[in-house]
């Protein structure tokens, strides 16, 4: 979940009433963010990704006054007419769309603006996915001169923020390191995303605003734009940014935007509403609301309700984008009513539980390996090509699963056999006791005719000063007469083997794995110091490929 | 002759001078009775030993009280001067045995009443005494008593009982005489204990009336190593019985999946940072992977872009990754079962399903963390189900494992409508356990009044974390031995 940090006081100041650290955590988690940490400055609090209301300290202190019941929520009244007009060019295709609001009557404390910077930042890189989705601009309306345009222009001049003189848009793309970040979000055809006034440029988005239009504490009337490539989304993030400025006491004006076909009248603060029966509520959580107590539940998180009928009307907090529909709005109400208050109820069934014939084929295997003396093992599924081949004298095959995004060379393929993982566990245990015997039963990974194929193998070493070719044998004889394999053994040849101590297993026609002496040269590329024997067969023709389904 | 000094003998006479250490080694005998043996043998002149000679010297109360003034003689001395004193005027206990000492020593003698300092008296007066000195030496030291060892000061205050000297004597080699190697030759001759029983005395009964040569049973051995499972595989068992005992039939599903299946179907947008490639291994080889169901498919596509507005892409579905998550399975059999439901195929409701399975994600990999782990997801597609049916199946379920105390608070996932976060109470925190919730009507394309599914897929090395002392869930993957043997046990 991402984290957001807030400043005590300045919460504390916006909750407006007195409260412990201990009362005012478990509010904030009964809702449903965790609280890292709170100590006598700050709050860092994790906020659910669908959730960028709370990112702000304004957001969050809402939400829990409501919570508390110590506010109720008020319906928003944004001022009539439109403060300004954008027009949407032609050549804004992979940043199509704009909404924008103004803000009137501020009074800003360094705190407020500190709480909206940061809330604006954190809403871009996390809500709007590192500005690809959304990215948004604060702009000081003194310097603003309408109407704007929204395009794409060719290269050109301007003050960006923080800056003391003129650069071209190409050279703050190349230089900053934000400009190379954002590139592929803005330039299309040698064209650059911006804003303008009549005076110039406003913004080169999504990058940076221009120094001409910064916001400070002075600021009293501000433009804010929005832009994206999902209309719907920056428009419901107009009326979340809306919300947020009413509550802090600001007025909110409306901007219009002519794209060519159309034009929106932003933002459209819309209240989505719901009806939904008291008994499907009940239905659904399992305990009983109740008519009175479901309004004040959903009051407790924001939203407007009534009674009609056995209906509860819910009104939903234009700030909450979340809420997509009924299902929404009743966990809200669950939210409200406390999980914690939830009486488990058990469900009524009389279902008979079951394993998969395939699971409980494999524990016999396994029993019988331990029975043998072999510990068992587990080894992660991902390895490299090192490991899997050129340490076990391999020539490197084609037909195995790579990783196109490896983190660490240490993974970068899916493991086709388990030998290597094991080899490599001996080579960490030269200071323990011998005889070393491990064994591990579980998946390897292969392509078959381009499909993936997950085989379980079994395979087993046994490393000390006697082990040698029949003692390998003499294991695998036993674990293949335990679960019931007929084999025949053959000369065999592997590369990861000394020449005439290797065998292959054969069973119902196939050859199903191999067997003998590991040779030296990969004893030493794995740092093991004693002779050591292994094997390694395919259990999937004995498991059956398929778990008898009749689910 | 006594087994434990046989087998001093035997060893001696094997490996020839050996150092007490060596004859413990070679002899598997206790200190003490090897001793006890070397003692008796050396009495018997059957071995011999070479030895280090130390002292423990312990000053007596008397001899601290001296110490720390003088010898009661030297304080006379001093105390009467060159001239002498009346005897009349010396009647302390102290320095009535000044007197005494003093006149053995010819340090004073007599004269009618008086003591009178003799010459040598007077010299030592002012020099002092030796066994005075001494003492006040050793007082302070231990160790100078070995200067003064061979002296008659030293003696003196042996005998005196103003020190105590005790001799420490230390083996450092023992070898075996002429006369041992005989008396050992002779022995074995009449040896008739039996060292290990074989076949042939079992049938002839050859061992009846002999005595069984009896083992020290205190001395130590190289345990055995018992083979175990590993501790993962123990708790995924654990969970399995815990699932059947409560009624869950078990499933399982692939490991490569295309992102449909892990993510799309789950109702995952397209753009959500989950699906990064910081996030999920995206598979060069084979890269994509088809989906079947058409129909599925189109649907998918329907609910993505009504709810999040964006185009949905067929493309990015079908990347294939390996699953980040057992949810995936989950959404396999939700898929099936409703599918089949609406298909008319008749089902005993509810339906609960369990698979306990791993996944990948990309992390960076390093001692302390892996890609692997494993997860346990369970669902419940049923009519009615609420979610107190929900934290009720989970506290079962829990409670099963051994984690009585569970809690949940609400918690985001993208699947889930509502959603649930586990806390499981370890001591006094709250731990993390995963998470539950019943899943989002836009996955199953059914209302809730007809059919809802409960759901949940918490980790599985959470749960060992909590129940036993392990660091970190990379130490479960390809551990030394040594770990396995080690932790195999609990």
């Known amino acids: ?551 | 002759m006594h087994r434990h000094e046989l087998s001093v003998l035997a060893a001696l006479k094997e490996k020839g001078k050996l150092s007490l250490g060596e004859l413990l080694d070679a002899t598997r005998l206790g200190k003490d009775e090897a001793l006890w043996a070397i003692g008796n043998l050396q009495t018997q002149k059957l071995v011999s030993t070479d030895r280090h000679g130390e002292y423990e010297v312990r000053v007596s109360r008397e001899g601290e009280t001296y110490a720390r003034s003088s010898l009661p003689e030297l304080a006379l001395l001093k105390k009467v001067g060159g001239k002498g004193a009346e005897l009349g005027e010396l009647r302390g206990k102290e320095e009535q045995i000044g007197i005494s000492w003093a006149k053995r020593k010819g340090l004073a003698a007599v004269e009618g009443e008086r003591l009178v300092p003799t010459d040598k008296g007077k010299a030592a007066s002012k020099s002092g005494i030796e066994a005075d000195t001494a003492l006040k030496a050793i007082y302070k030291d231990g160790g100078a008593y070995a200067r003064y060892r061979e002296s008659d000061a030293a003696k003196e205050l042996e005998q005196r009982k103003l020190i105590e000297v005790k001799a420490r004597e230390s083996i450092t080699s023992i070898e075996i005489t002429h006369q041992g190697v005989l008396a050992l030759a002779k022995e074995r001759q009449e040896e008739q204990e039996i060292e290990s029983l074989d076949r042939r005395m079992i049938k002839s009964r050859a061992w009846a009336g002999k005595r069984f040569k009896p083992y020290n049973v205190g001395a130590p051995v190289e345990p055995a190593v018992a083979a175990t499972r590993h501790p993962l595989r123990k708790t995924i068992d654990e969970i399995r019985q815990a699932y059947v005992g409560l009624g869950f039939t078990e499933v399982s599903g692939p490991i490569i999946e295309p992102a449909f299946w892990v993510f799309d179907y789950l109702f995952v947008p397209q753009d959500h940072p989950a699906r990064d490639v910081q996030d999920t291994f995206f598979l060069g080889r084979p890269d994509r992977l088809a989906v079947e169901d058409a129909a599925l498919v189109e649907r998918v596509k329907r609910e993505h872009e009504s709810a999040w507005h964006g185009e949905w892409s067929r493309q990015v579905a079908m990347r294939a990754i390996a699953r980040t998550h057992t949810t995936s399975v989950s959404g396999r059999y939700i898929n099936k079962v409703i599918g089949e439901i609406n298909s008319g195929k008749r089902h005993e409701l509810p339906v609960k399903l369990f698979t306990v399975g791993r996944n990948l994600r990309n992390e960076t990999i390093d001692p302390k963390h892996t890609a692997d782990f494993y997860q346990h997801d369970g669902i419940i597609i049923g009519k009615d189900l609420t979610l107190a049916n929900l934290f009720d199946v989970l506290t079962k379920l829990y409670k099963r494992l051994g984690i009585g105390n569970l809690r949940f608070k609400p918690m985001y996932y993208p699947f889930v409508e509502p959603g649930a976060q586990l806390l499981g109470k370890h001591g006094d925190e709250w731990i993390e356990l995963g998470g539950a919730g019943v899943i989002r009507n836009e996955i199953t394309g059914i209302e809730r009044s007809k059919i809802s599914v409960l759901a949940w897929g918490p980790g599985v090395e959470r749960i060992l974390l909590v129940k036993k002392e392990i660091d970190s869930i990379a130490e479960l993957y390809g551990s030394s031995v040594g770990w396995l043997r080690k932790m195999g046990g609990v």
């Open chain 1, 1 to 551: 979940m991402p984290v957001s940090i807030h400043d005590k006081k300045y919460m504390l100041k916006l909750l407006g009433f007195k409260v412990s650290d201990e009362e005012l955590v478990r509010n904030i988690e009964n809702m449903g963010p965790n609280v890292k940490r709170i100590d006598a400055k700050e709050i860092e609090v994790e906020y659910p990704a669908n959730r960028p209301d709370l990112i702000s300290t304004l957001g969050l202190s809402r939400a829990v006054r409501y919570y508390m019941r110590k506010s109720r929520s008020f319906a928003y009244k944004i001022k009539q007419g439109e403060a300004l007009t954008i027009s949407v060019g032609s050549h804004v295709a992979v940043r199509p769309y704009i909404a924008a609001l103004v803000v009137d009557k501020m009074q800003l404390g360094e705190d407020d603006l500190l709480d909206m910077i940061n809330f604006t930042e954190k809403l871009s890189s996390t809500y709007g996915r590192q500005r690809g989705r959304i990215a948004l601009g604060l702009h000081d309306m003194r310097e603003v001169k309408g109407p704007l345009l929204y395009d794409a222009f060719e290269d050109e001049e301007f003050i960006p923020l923080g800056s003391k003189s003129k650069m071209r848009y190409s050279t703050v793309m190349d230089s900053d390191k934000r400009g190379r970040k954002y590139i592929g979000l803005c330039r299309s055809g040698g064209r650059y995303v911006a804003l303008k006034d009549q005076k110039g440029t406003m913004s080169l988005i999504p990058v940076i605003n221009s120094e001409r239009t910064r916001v400070s504490a002075g600021t009293k009337r501000m433009l804010v734009d929005i832009t994206g490539t999902t209309r719907e989304v920056i428009e419901r993030v107009a009326d979340l940014l809306a919300a947020d400025f009413m509550d802090r006491g600001f007025e909110v004006s409306r901007v219009s935007i002519r794209y060519r076909e159309s034009s929106r009248s932003l933002p459209k603060m819309e209240t989505r509403r719901f009806s939904i029966p008291l008994k499907q509520i009940d239905d659904e959580l399992g305990v009983t609301v109740g008519f009175n107590n479901a309004i004040v539940l959903a009051n407790k998180m924001g939203h407007e309700a009534a009674l009609i009928g056995k209906k509860i009307a819910v009104s939903a907090a234009p700030y909450r984008l979340d809420i997509i529909n009924e299902q929404d709005v009743i966990e809200d109400i669950a939210v409200g009513y406390g999980y914690d208050y939830i009486q488990p109820v058990p469900v009524p069934s009389s279902a008979i539980g079951r394993v998969e014939a395939r699971s409980e084929a494999n524990n016999s295997a396994r029993e019988i390996m331990i029975g043998l003396g072999f510990g068992e093992a587990m080894n992660s599924y991902l390895t490299n090509e090192e490991t899997n081949f050129a340490k076990m004298r391999h020539a490197r095959e084609t037909e195995y699963i790579d990783i196109v995004n490896p983190r660490s060379g240490m993974a970068t393929m899916l493991r086709t056999w388990i030998l290597p993982s094991l080899l490599r566990q001996l080579g960490q245990s030269m200071h323990d006791s011998f005889p070393l015997r491990i064994f591990e039963l579980d998946m390897v990974f292969g392509i078959r005719r381009n499909v993936p194929a997950e085989t379980y193998h079994l395979a087993a070493v046994s490393c000390h000063s006697q082990a040698n070719f029949n003692e390998a044998k003499a294991s695998l004889e036993g674990l293949l007469r335990g679960i019931g394999v007929a084999c025949k053994f053959a000369e065999g040849r592997d590369e990861s083997m000394i020449e005439g101590r290797c065998a292959t297993v054969e069973s119902d026609g196939k050859i199903i794995g191999f067997l003998g002496e590991i040779h030296p040269e990969v004893l030493t590329s794995f740092g093991i110091e004693e002779p050591t024997v292994g094997f390694e067969i395919d259990l999937n023709g004995w498991i059956g490929a398929e778990s008898a389904d009749s689910v």
